[in-house]
């Protein structure tokens, strides 16, 4: 049988599982809020243009309003000062929109400490345990912190001295980006760097480093407390915004069930 048939077939006998990684887009979703004086994204809304109605009597239809750095949504090379030479959204190759994934749980730490890093040793201890990161492929980082997407204060988590969310360390940014065999890096949260990051030196080392060696981010994703540790597949599909620095995206994953 020829494997895109074997595919089909699989999937509707479910020994395949499709998982949706996306957070419903609606007004409800949380943005990063940065502070003054720095640009602001605007929340997710939708301007009805006809219901069934003299505007349109026969079809409903919405204009959208929203930034490309909202809710679940793709980071390209572009969206950083150190990537401003490589790939915008819509430059990204579309095989590699499909990849295989690993999920590295540590939604406990997170939860005893909100501003939990990301080390290169707690990778390192992973891959003794379930082998070498995917060439090619994702680190899904499970922190947890979807269950807090429906409250923008929860989810951004912020006191007097700034958002407290999990991320990564510098080092562990930077080998994550020139060390690792991985095209991307994906997240619960609101952005791939910790809350904190903006104190770190340098500021924002997810970002740059990774949007820097010309490799992707993906952030608010859910569910992936149902993905395994290894052996899942992700297909992430932003927008082509020509030009663009990232888009909103259905993330979805294939699990197979033996």
């Known amino acids: 049988m020829p494997i895109l048939d074997e595919l089909i077939a699989a999937l509707r006998l479910a020994t395949i599982e499709v998982v949706d990684l996306t957070a419903p887009l609606q007004a409800e979703t949380p943005v990063i809020q940065l502070p003054p004086p720095f640009g602001n994204t605007i929340p997710f809304s939708l301007q009805e243009i006809s219901r069934y109605d003299d505007r ?3 079809w409903y239809w919405n204009n959208i309003t929203t930034g490309e750095h909202t809710g679940t949504h793709f980071d390209a090379p572009v969206h950083w000062v150190t990537g401003r030479d490589g790939e915008d959204i819509a430059q990204v190759p579309v095989d590699r929109l499909i990849a295989p994934a690993v999920v590295l749980d540590f939604s406990s730490e997170a939860a005893a400490d909100p501003d ?10 992973w891959e003794s345990e379930h082998g070498s990161l995917p060439d090619g492929g994702w680190l899904l980082y499970r922190t947890g912190w979807d269950v807090r997407s429906d409250s923008q204060q929860a989810f ?14 510098v080092e562990c940014a930077r080998w994550l980006a020139t060390q690792s065999p991985l095209l991307g890096f ?14 770190f030196d340098p500021p924002f080392p997810c970002h740059a480093a990774l949007l820097g060696a010309g490799k992707y981010g993906l952030t608010q994703l859910q569910n992936l407390a149902r993905l ?5 597949v992700l297909i992430a599909g932003p927008l082509p915004i ?14 197979e069930h033996t």
């Open 56 to 58: 349109g009597p026969a």
């Open 116 to 125: 939990f890093l990301l080390e290169v040793e707690h990778i390192r201890q």
């Open 156 to 169: 951004l988590n912020a006191s007097e001295t700034g958002p407290h969310t999990p991320g990564v360390s």
């Open 186 to 199: 994906g997240v619960e949260t609101v952005g791939t760097d910790a809350g904190t990051a903006h104190s």
């Open 228 to 232: 395994p540790a290894t052996g899942a």
């Open 242 to 255: 020509t030009g663009g620095s990232g888009s909103p995206c259905r993330a979805i994953a294939l699990v």
